[in-house]
């Protein structure tokens, strides 16, 4: 595995929470702290990424006798539109 040397900038509570881990033992140093931590966060992304697709496709197998309608479209924003409305005059 490359190793590539990058400088970083963290907040103090990224930090500490780094050093946390690597005072628990869970790493050896805080650049092993964040790159696994990334992986982590990374494979986390890619489980739910996954599951995501798994149930679309589940759901877009359904025979068309079984879909639930929705109502009419402008139904489906509406609370999005009432919402980004509400926005608009606050500013």
């Not at 103090?12 to 050896?28: K, M, N, S």
């Not at 995501?52 to 877009?60: K, V």
């Not at 197998?61 to 402008?74: H, I, K, N």
């Amino acid at each position: 595995m490359s190793v590539q040397k990058q400088s970083v900038s963290f907040t103090d509570t990224a930090y500490a929470f780094a050093r946390e881990l690597v005072e628990a033992g869970e790493y050896p140093n805080v650049s092993a702290a964040v790159s696994g931590e990334l992986a982590k966060a990374k494979a986390e992304r890619e489980r739910e990424r996954a599951v995501l697709e798994a149930e679309l496709e589940r759901r877009l197998a359904l025979p068309l006798d079984q879909w639930e309608p929705v109502g009419d479209a402008s139904d489906v924003t509406a609370g999005a539109r009432a919402h980004l409305t509400a926005m608009t005059r606050k500013a």
